[in-house]
């Protein structure tokens, strides 16, 4: 694990599932996201949210949390990813 100050480690399926409290939160429409990430259909934000596998790329995952408002990130070293975000 690497200690990121102001930030921490989560599993998978947390980093899911606080993103789709932040959707929620944020009012926004799948279509006005994928609109925004530059997506063709709002299936891209759909998948996003599956908790139990990831579909979409790391860079579509990211660019979701940013229009939702989710502080998080995804850190790949040595061909193992980590889900970070906000304390």
Known sequence: MI???GYKQVEYKHFIKS?????????KTQL?????????TP??????????????????LSKICE???KEGFILWINGEKYF???Q
């Open 19 to 27: 993103l789709c409290s932040h959707f929620e939160e944020s009012g």
């Open 43 to 60: 299936n891209t934000v759909r998948n996003a949210m599956l908790d139990y596998s990831q579909v979409v790329s790391d860079q579509k």
């Open 32 to 40: 006005e996201i994928a609109t925004k990430i530059g997506s063709k």
């Open 67 to 69: 229009v939702v408002g």
């Open 84 to 86: 970070y975000e906000k």
């Open 3 to 5: 200690n990121i100050k």
